[in-house]
């Protein structure tokens, strides 16, 4: 954990820098193929620093996201595997050092692909969920790829352009709001959404 708080603190240093947004770019990226740390808290020191610059910002971390969302769907697609089943290194070396991302996971993720298709790309970038895990899984099983670069970009805009609206809207009082709170909010409105639509799918 400790590593972890040091490498949330050396994120957060970049927005007292000129290099903020390129730092932005490169962390959203990094964060959906391997990164440990999310990109929201940059997003939001960045936007409250200058927050006629929000949505641009959130521009930025969507996609620089999607793009290294691409990346993890080609690290699994073509460098997961050493043979039928068989794991490469560099998979393995995924599995012993990434935090949240085991073999478990791995597989348990294939069968959330198989029952929820596109919903399971959208939910893995709009919430919490280790958004690495899917792309890189995706690639693995070969979900379609049209369609996982479709989900991935209206889920990582969804997140990110929602929590830009809210810092450009209300600035500092909702910081420890969205520090708090968002990622359970993001979880319940996805729980929704997908609810509705598994009501639909029955009703009809």
Not at 115 to 137: D, H, Q, R
Request: charged fraction near 15%; proline fraction near 4%; aromatic fraction near 20%.
């Amino acid at each position: 954990m400790k590593i972890v708080r040091k490498l949330y603190d050396w994120v957060l240093h970049w927005s007292q820098t000129p290099y903020g947004p390129i730092a932005l770019f490169i962390l959203a990226f990094a964060e959906a193929s391997f990164f440990p740390i999310p990109p929201d808290a940059l997003l939001i020191a960045l936007i409250l620093g200058h927050r006629k610059k929000a949505f641009s910002f959130a521009l930025n971390c969507t996609v620089a996201s999607v793009l290294g969302a691409m990346l993890g769907y080609v690290i699994g697609h073509f460098l997961w595997w050493s043979g039928p089943n068989e794991f490469s290194s560099l998979a393995l070396f995924f599995f012993n050092n990434i935090p949240g991302f085991t073999e478990k996971i791995f597989f348990d993720v294939k069968a959330l692909y198989e029952e929820w298709n596109f919903w399971i790309i959208f939910t893995a970038g709009f919430t919490p969920i280790p958004y690495k895990v899917f792309t890189i899984s995706g690639g693995a099983f070969e979900i379609n790829l049209i369609m996982f670069i479709l989900a991935s970009i209206i889920s990582r805009a969804g997140r990110f352009f929602l929590v830009a609206l809210l810092i450009w809207k209300f600035g500092e009082q909702i910081k420890g709001f969205i520090d708090k709170y968002f990622n359970w909010l993001a979880v319940a409105f996805t729980v929704l959404l997908l609810g509705g639509f598994v009501v639909i799918k029955y009703l009809l």
